[in-house]
């Protein structure tokens, strides 16, 4: 079946520090969701892109689809420690096609 | 966000008993899905709908069954749990089209 690759699976970095991480597929999309989830909660929606080569900010965040439609990143910039929790990226197929999930990148931040 | 609501918010049950849990949404959303989380899995599919009565099966169905007889319900089951099933159960939903989806804050469920 289809897979997302998302990497890293964690990242444990300084307050104030950059981040970077980014979901591959086998697959095209025709969306990508970036969702953050935090401890004991349903995962939040951060970002919705829905055109290749889309680049969307919201806030310190800021998201890319990729041109070739199998790829996305996700920035954080001068991350803070609320940035804490699981981030996940999701692609969809068509407009009523289900969601695949990647297995989420763990954010730790240092104060 | 979508008013989703799931309860039970955690549950503990015996093997071999039957569990419902419930998703309540007021977003007159049309799509309806249950995923479970598992360290090392992430989320992954159970069922989901696509209208009343309307069902179908995801990528780890075996065990459960959904119904949805109203828009802004839909249950799931769990005919005879096993301990394979303890896990974070979460409902999420979303209109048509593009629109996204949105998650309720899950259920937690062990199976002893």
């Known amino acids: 079946g289809q897979q997302l690759n998302q990497s890293p699976q964690s990242m444990f970095i300084q307050e104030g520090e950059d981040v970077s991480m980014n979901c591959t597929s086998s697959?095209?999309?025709?969306?990508w969701l970036w969702y953050k989830q935090d401890p004991g909660e349903g995962p939040v929606l951060l970002i919705a892109?829905?055109?290749?080569?889309e680049l969307t900010s919201n806030g310190r965040l800021t998201a890319q689809f990729g041109i070739t439609r199998k790829d996305s990143f996700l920035n954080i910039s001068a991350s803070i420690p609320s940035d804490v929790g699981i981030y996940f990226c999701a692609g969809q197929e068509g407009s009523q096609g289900n969601l695949i999930f990647g297995k989420g990148t763990k954010l730790s931040v240092k104060p | 966000d979508a008013g989703i609501t799931q309860s039970p918010r955690h549950k503990v049950t015996e093997t071999g008993t039957p569990v419902t849990l419930r998703c309540h949404q007021t977003?007159?959303?049309?799509?309806m899905y249950w995923y479970r989380q598992d360290p090392g899995h992430g989320l992954r599919l159970i069922h989901y709908?696509?209208?009343?009565?309307?069902?179908d099966k995801g990528e780890v169905s075996d065990g459960y069954s959904v119904s949805r007889s109203k828009t802004e319900d839909f249950l799931l089951t769990l005919e005879s749990a096993t301990s394979s099933q303890t896990s974070v159960y979460f409902c999420?939903?979303?209109?048509?089209?593009?629109?996204?989806?949105?998650f309720g804050n899950g259920t937690r469920l062990t199976v002893t």
């Open positions: 697959s095209i999309f025709n969306t």
């Open positions: 892109l829905y055109k290749a080569g």
């Open positions: 977003e007159n959303h049309r799509y």
């Open positions: 999420a939903s979303r209109g048509t089209g593009n629109s996204p989806l949105h």
């Open positions: 709908s696509y209208g009343v009565k309307d069902t």
